[in-house]
């Protein structure tokens, strides 16, 4: 049966989303100060380090970044980097993933060594990478999972990510049960290790966007921005039946964040600011008698007459048709 239902289900994952998430390989290590770390890594696919114990320097790009236990760090491909044992003993292990649009570049190590592709840069996985996989963006993935992360904000160009906030623990217990998974050989082992993976690109998804609306909290001009871009948004869409979900995709941020930062700058929900739009929009086709109401209620943006009807009543104080009757008299 999973025979069958896995290869649809990767095409549904990748009809949705144009590319879908590969484990290349996740390696276990245990360093002490003694020990001889490459000058420099750099390699084809992403990287995630996960530092279950100890410290560490990262030094990526120039940049130096400290890691203590818990720390996840997510480094993009070909980006150079160094790291420096700062305590006795340091145990982590890196998971190293792609994005892949094919399905026959999908399967194990074993599988994906026998590809024609490029062997992999300095200190990274050592298997064959396909040369698919090496330029596929972490956010065209990400867009599957509806969260908003793109190529046109500033987490796309970071070289590095580091992960923070409640979905930490989430992402470090599913990249051991990855790499759990790898080694052992349990029953419908590849479909386990795709479903994990999935999973663990969608927290890492929400991590990311949890940070770029951090950012934002810091950058209040940023995020006045955005809020002007979705009122314009919401002023031409509204007609359409368009949601504040819909809104808060459209700039990148959480439905939640959205809100507050909406009403901060406006005074006003968004949901409210949407019902205001549309019930301005049904009293100017009120006053065209000709037009049912019924009618007016889908031309200003309501999903059904009773919807529109119950709006305008607690908004207005009276049903569209008693505002017609007063509006004709």
């Not at 046109?152 to 906030?165: S, T």
């Not at 930490?168 to 217990?173: A, D, L, N, Q, T």
Request: glycine fraction near 6%; proline fraction near 3%.
């Amino acid at each position: 049966m999973f025979d069958r239902l896995l290869p649809e289900i990767v095409n549904d994952v990748i009809s949705a989303s144009g590319s879908v998430p590969v484990v290349i390989e996740g390696i276990e290590h245990t360093y002490d100060t003694s020990a001889s770390l490459p000058e420099i890594s750099y390699h084809n696919s992403h990287e995630l380090l996960y530092l279950r114990d100890g410290r560490i320097d990262a030094v990526i790009n120039g940049e130096t970044i400290s890691l203590d236990k818990g720390k996840i760090l997510i480094i993009r491909p070909l980006v150079k980097h160094k790291l420096t044992i700062k305590s006795r003993k340091a145990d982590m292990f890196n998971l190293y993933f792609g994005f892949v649009h094919d399905v026959k570049d999908l399967g194990s190590s074993a599988s994906v060594e026998a590809n024609t592709g490029v062997r992999n840069n300095s200190a990274g996985p050592s298997v064959m990478i396909p040369g698919s996989m090496a330029q596929i963006p972490l956010e065209n993935f990400l867009q599957f999972a509806d969260l908003g992360i793109t190529e046109d904000n500033e987490m796309a160009r970071q070289p590095f990510f580091l992960v923070n906030g409640s979905e930490k623990k989430e992402i470090s217990i599913l990249a051991e049960q990855i790499v759990d998974e790898k080694a052992g050989d349990k029953y419908a082992k590849e479909f386990m290790i795709h479903t994990l993976t999935v999973e663990l690109m969608i927290h890492l998804s929400r991590a990311m966007r949890n940070e770029w609306e951090e950012n934002l909290r810091v950058k209040n001009g940023k995020a006045r921005e955005l809020v002007k871009i979705a009122r314009q948004y919401m002023d031409e869409n509204f007609e359409q039946g368009i949601t504040v979900a819909e809104a808060a995709q459209y700039v990148f941020l959480s439905q939640g964040y959205f809100t507050r930062a909406f009403k901060d700058e406006l005074g006003i929900s968004p949901m409210n600011y949407l019902m205001k739009k549309r019930i301005e929009k049904a009293c100017e086709l009120l006053e065209n008698n000709e037009i049912k109401v019924s009618s007016i209620a889908v031309q200003s943006g309501f999903s059904s007459p009773q919807r529109f009807n119950v709006a305008f009543r607690k908004l207005m104080g009276k049903t569209p048709m008693e505002y017609r009757k007063e509006h004709m008299k």
